[in-house]
């Protein structure tokens, strides 16, 4: 199949999956260069894991749970909107912490939710005089605080919030056994701002996920194929350059042995209401074998008399079975992933990308601008 696609003067570019990191790099490619590109993905669809679709009641669902894009880069921004408009939605999630649906991230405001008036008003107050407002701490700091109150709060936070979750997320693992990255990317927030994010750009696309990648690869010079794996032995056919998104231990056949990821399934239900808990996602740290239950017509405001919900059970990872999407990054998977990176930088022409690639808990934007880095490199001829 890819036999077929290559030139014998080396002119065209080859890109192995078709999700953000794919379709950005091919467009700038296409785009800028102004060279060949053709991408393939061994699934059916386009977009990756922000695949999304409308089901029979026109609810549009994320096929791989929510995907909600935020993001401090003005580049990534402007990129995207040139190829998709995106709604105004900020994500706010609540969390059921003893029976009561909570906001989280860990904020001013939840002290009310969860605590009688006068402890909330003294923690307040403590929070105020220990920390800035409007700063960030991540739990695992939180936790050093020798303010006794405080001491009681972050105990409770951590108990409550990031103890029973991080366990059914991460196959058991307590918070502190994780990289601490991974608990930090939900700080309690020494502010009222109830939202997830704090990123001056966020937002969902109108037309959906997989509208906005399909705009992105729609160029004169990208040819675009679905359902074509590539194989290791692909790497010898001579494309001028080969860009790889996939996993890096799979390409390599796991030859030294396979990188853990954490993967998820989802139980859907249909519900003859307008809306079953009124807000896209609410998390169960300490109830039930799922994580968080999402109900995606929120997202687009979508209008129906019925509502989905998917519940997120989180599983191992096993290759072929299922599929990876949380690099599970520490010191032995690090040395891991270095064995191959050390073997893909035998093929001149191969760039590893994307957050399967780099083995990397990145973000949607966070895998775009790894790929703009990568094609300023090609530009700058490094
Ligand atoms: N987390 C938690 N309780 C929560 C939300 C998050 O313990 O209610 C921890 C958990 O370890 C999770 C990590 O914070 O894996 C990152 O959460 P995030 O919401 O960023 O995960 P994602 O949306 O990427 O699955």
Known sequence: MLEQLVSLDQSINLVVGAG???????????????????????????????????????????????????????????????YGSFNTY???????????KASIPFNINTLYDVFPNSLAIRLEEKLLKNFEYNSKIPIMEFQKTADDDLKFLADFIYNKVFLNYTK??????????????????VPVLISKDTRYFQDKYQGIPVNGYTKLVENILNHKNIKLLTDVKFLKDDLRLP???????????????????????RS??????????????????????????????HEYKHYLREKSSKTVIAKEFSTDFKPGVNEPYYPVVNDESK????????????????????RLGDFKYYDMDKAIRRAFEVFDMIKKGI
């Open 335 to 354: 040395r891991l992933y270095e064995c191959y990176k050390k073997l893909s930088l035998e093929y001149k022409n191969l760039y590893i990308l994307g």
């Open 168 to 185: 059914k997320q991460w196959g058991g693992a307590a918070p502190e056994m994780l990289d601490g990255s991974v608990s930090a990317r």
């Open 90 to 100: 900020m994500h706010r999630v609540l969390a059921v912490i003893d029976g009561i």
């Open 20 to 82: 953000f990191s794919g379709a950005v790099i091919a467009n700038l490619i296409a785009n800028e260069l102004n060279e060949q590109v053709v991408v393939i993905d061994k699934k059916s669809h386009i977009a990756g894991n922000s695949y999304d679709f409308k089901d029979e009641n026109g609810i549009t669902i994320h096929k791989y749970g929510s995907h909600i894009f935020h993001t401090n880069y003005d580049d990534v921004w402007q990129f995207l909107n040139n």
């Open 239 to 261: 494309f001028k350059r080969i860009f790889y998104t996939g996993a890096i231990d799979e390409l390599f056949n796991y030859e030294y042995g396979i990188l853990p990821f």
């Open 264 to 293: 998820v399934s989802f139980k859907y239900e249909t519900y003859d209401l307008e809306s079953y808990q009124n807000n896209t996602v609410v998390n169960y740290p300490n109830n039930y074998d799922f994580t968080r239950i």
